[in-house]
């Protein structure tokens, strides 16, 4: 990565919706320039992705949970198959394999307690789900937030 | 806890922008069949009143070198979480950290440029006299933001 690029990126990351004409005027370069290296970025993979911060606890979520899930350990359960049906459930923010403790963690945006217990039901029925531990923490937490927008 | 209606502009903005912070203003204007006038100020009204706060990039931590992803779970001594949490704020590599309610006391969040690091980390956040158990899961293949996934229907007309 090129001393433009930690530029492209420190810029959007302030302001993602920041014009390629700003940030071309600001870097003293073409703004051609801009889009290629913005492109070359999303292509090889280090911009996964643009999005917006929203105060959860102002559009009535209470907080955040995190689900650790364990596998059934057999031949017909994937853990990819259950990773991917926790990607398209609601409020689920974040999804990922583990190695570890457990098999699989996802982090959902809660209304309240029941609305957790719901997600919790929902995601103990998913077939090959074997066991899990949860925790929830209230607000939005927001610490460091390079790479995790929770 | 102040909680707003949000019609179906307001929605439509946050849910495109949700999947992509730099769509155009006219594309979401469109959707709605409303002005981009409309769609400018109802932005704009957003961010004022707080339920925006920042639009901003999805990066893979791998690619910028830091290779290992976990998470830690942490149970503490008694009245000590917010010691612990201060202390864990403090490490390198740590990007979230929050009490939490359940089966652990603080849950975390953190990036190292290797296994050797995560595993200092760790040894680290055990060597503190008031942690009792660090439990790692480390993240593997691939980790998955879905920040779309907000339900944000409900809200209409809501409380």
């Given at each position: 990565?090129?001393?433009?690029?930690?530029?492209?990126?420190e810029?959007?990351?302030?302001?993602?919706?920041?014009?390629?004409r700003?940030?071309a005027?600001?870097?003293?370069?073409?703004?051609?320039?801009?889009?290629?290296?913005?492109?070359?970025?999303?292509?090889n993979?280090?911009?996964?992705?643009?999005?917006?911060?929203?105060?959860?606890?102002?559009?009535?979520?209470?907080?955040?949970?995190?689900?650790?899930?364990?596998?059934?350990?057999?031949?017909?359960?994937k853990?990819?198959?259950?990773?991917?049906?926790l990607i398209?459930?609601?409020?689920?923010i974040?999804?990922?394999?583990?190695?570890?403790?457990?098999?699989?963690?996802a982090?959902a945006?809660?209304?309240?307690?029941?609305?957790?217990?719901?997600?919790?039901?929902?995601?103990?029925?998913?077939?090959?789900?074997?066991?899990?531990?949860?925790?929830?923490?209230?607000?939005?937490?927001?610490?460091?937030?390079?790479?995790?927008i929770? | 806890?102040?909680?707003?209606?949000?019609?179906?502009?307001d929605?439509?903005?946050?849910?495109?922008?949700?999947?992509?912070?730099?769509?155009?203003?006219s594309?979401?204007?469109a959707q709605?069949?409303?002005?981009?006038?409309?769609?400018?100020?109802?932005?704009?009204?957003?961010?004022?009143?707080?339920?925006?706060?920042?639009?901003?990039?999805?990066?893979?931590?791998?690619k910028?070198g830091?290779?290992?992803?976990?998470?830690?779970?942490?149970?503490?001594?008694?009245?000590?979480?917010?010691?612990?949490?201060?202390?864990?704020?403090?490490?390198?590599?740590?990007?979230?950290?929050?009490?939490?309610?359940?089966?652990?006391?603080?849950?975390?969040?953190?990036?190292?440029?290797?296994?050797?690091?995560?595993?200092?980390?760790?040894?680290?956040?055990?060597?503190?006299?008031?942690?009792?158990e660090?439990?790692?899961?480390?993240?593997?293949?691939?980790?998955?933001?879905?920040?779309?996934?907000?339900?944000?229907?409900?809200?209409?007309?809501?409380?």
């Amino acid at each position: 990565m090129s001393e433009l690029d930690t530029k492209i990126i420190e810029y959007l990351t302030e302001n993602a919706r920041l014009s390629f004409r700003k940030i071309a005027n600001q870097t003293e370069r073409s703004t051609d320039t801009i889009i290629n290296h913005y492109n070359k970025m999303m292509k090889n993979g280090e911009i996964r992705g643009s999005t917006v911060i929203v105060d959860i606890d102002k559009i009535g979520y209470e907080g955040t949970a995190a689900f650790q899930i364990d596998v059934t350990a057999s031949n017909d359960v994937k853990s990819e198959g259950i990773l991917q049906t926790l990607i398209e459930m609601p409020n689920i923010i974040v999804a990922t394999k583990t190695v570890g403790e457990h098999d699989l963690l996802a982090l959902a945006v809660i209304h309240d307690v029941k609305h957790y217990q719901q997600i919790s039901r929902d995601i103990a029925e998913i077939k090959g789900v074997k066991n899990m531990t949860s925790c929830i923490w209230p607000g939005n937490e927001k610490i460091l937030p390079k790479y995790f927008i929770i | 806890m102040s909680r707003r209606k949000l019609d179906e502009i307001d929605v439509a903005i946050l849910r495109n922008l949700q999947k992509d912070a730099r769509t155009k203003y006219s594309d979401i204007a469109a959707q709605c069949s409303v002005s981009v006038d409309t769609i400018i100020k109802r932005f704009k009204k957003l961010k004022d009143q707080g339920i925006i706060t920042n639009t901003t990039l999805l990066l893979d931590p791998r690619k910028f070198g830091e290779e290992v992803i976990a998470n830690f779970s942490i149970d503490v001594e008694p009245s000590s979480v917010d010691e612990v949490l201060e202390f864990l704020r403090k490490q390198n590599g740590l990007c979230f950290a929050t009490q939490a309610m359940g089966r652990y006391d603080i849950f975390s969040i953190a990036t190292r440029r290797n296994m050797n690091e995560m595993n200092s980390l760790k040894e680290t956040i055990q060597s503190h006299n008031m942690v009792r158990e660090v439990r790692t899961n480390i993240w593997v293949d691939q980790f998955l933001l879905c920040p779309q996934n907000f339900e944000l229907e409900p809200l209409i007309g809501g409380p």
